[in-house]
Nanobody
Framework: QLQASGGGLVQAGNSLRLSCAGS????????MAWFRQAAGKERTFVAA???????YYGDPVKGRFTISRDNAGNTVYLQMDSLKPEDTAVYYC???????????????????WGQGTQVTVSS
């Protein structure tokens, strides 16, 4: 089970930090990721971190967002800086036990999903 938290309403240019806590199994050897879904749009890739701490980012967030995980590996964070109104979406965390790096941005490659947390950025 994955539990996402940390969303909220912020002004453009500010920061938020999302957390995703895993429970019920050891996610240390899983790739963990964040996706987002804006109203009326498809779910898109934001960032991922592999079991050996390799990190990948979607183009819209490169240089602004940072993904990390704790030492135990069961909690993943998304530090979001310089937020823009177009970052407004529901953010979901996800975990994949086995994933090819070239597929790390694909929604259908992930086995477990959190419930989502709303991020709203006002202009």
């Amino acid at each position: 089970q994955l539990q996402a938290s940390g969303g909220g309403l912020v002004q453009a240019g500010n920061s938020l930090r999302l957390s995703c806590a895993g429970s019920g199994r050891n996610f240390r050897n899983y790739a963990m990721a964040w996706f987002r879904q804006a109203a009326g749009k498809e779910r898109t890739f934001v960032a991922a971190v592999t079991w050996n701490d390799e990190k990948y980012y979607g183009d819209p967030v490169k240089g602004r967002f940072t993904i990390s995980r704790d030492n135990a590996g069961n909690t993943v964070y998304l530090q979001m800086d310089s937020l823009k109104p177009e970052d407004t979406a529901v953010y979901y965390c996800a975990a994949a036990e086995h994933i090819w790096i070239n597929l790390i941005g694909r929604v259908d490659e992930y086995d477990y999903w959190g419930q989502g947390t709303q991020v709203t950025v006002s202009s």
